[in-house]
């Protein structure tokens, strides 16, 4: 595996001081929050499918959505969990294990892929991907040719298997934690290692003095923790205006 399984520091964090702008559609029977660019910049073949962690559609998910958006690409996050999302902050006892045994691969793929259509049905042509946690796997997973994403950005992934990261043909970006029992160093340069295989443009970025979760959950009043997440953000944007525009 490329990363570990999710554990208690997926579902640990900080909510977010905003205003979401973005506003709640349907794709089929599957809730999502949609947020379109309105600014001078927008880039009208080019979408984004955010793929969340396991808190799913909510305050700091939706809030980057936006920023996104202002960036000039229309983006959506559809509910992976079907109204089954977990709340920040649970308890220590709480049954992970058993969440996580009804999120599977059989039940997720096929919201990506509705998801996936809905936007090409909306006439765009090219789609990148962003995955949090629990969702960078399916960034990962809908990489390779055919699959219907055309660049990948992921950051502090989860439950990555290596033939997973084996298989893609888009590029992919990695935003890492200095500290993150999911996908630790040893991952990480494994991860390095398939990637040199593909033959695919990649990136790995490290942020020092962050653990797992920072780039949608740390403590923003932290000065270390708000620059690491603003630059993870902007990594992805970065990757996006090179590699899908």
Known sequence: MASHPPAQCCTVGVKHDGEPTGKSIKIGNIEAYVAEPTGQTIHKDAAIIFLPDVIGIWQNSQ???DQFAANGYYTIIPDLFRGDALKIN?????????????HTVEVVDPIV?????WLKEQGFKKIGSVGYCFGAKYTIRFLPKGKGIDVGYVAH??????SELAAIAGPLSIAAAETDQIFPAEKRHKSETILVETKQPYQINLY???AHGFSVRCDTSKKIEKFAKEQAFLQAVSWFDEHLI
């Open 63 to 65: 809030l980057m959505a």
């Open 90 to 102: 649970r308890p220590h006892d709480f049954d992970f294990p058993g969440w996580l045994a009804k």
């Open 113 to 117: 892929e509705k998801s996936l259509a």
């Open 157 to 162: 992934p989860s439950f990555v298997e290596e």
């Open 208 to 210: 020092s003095g962050v």
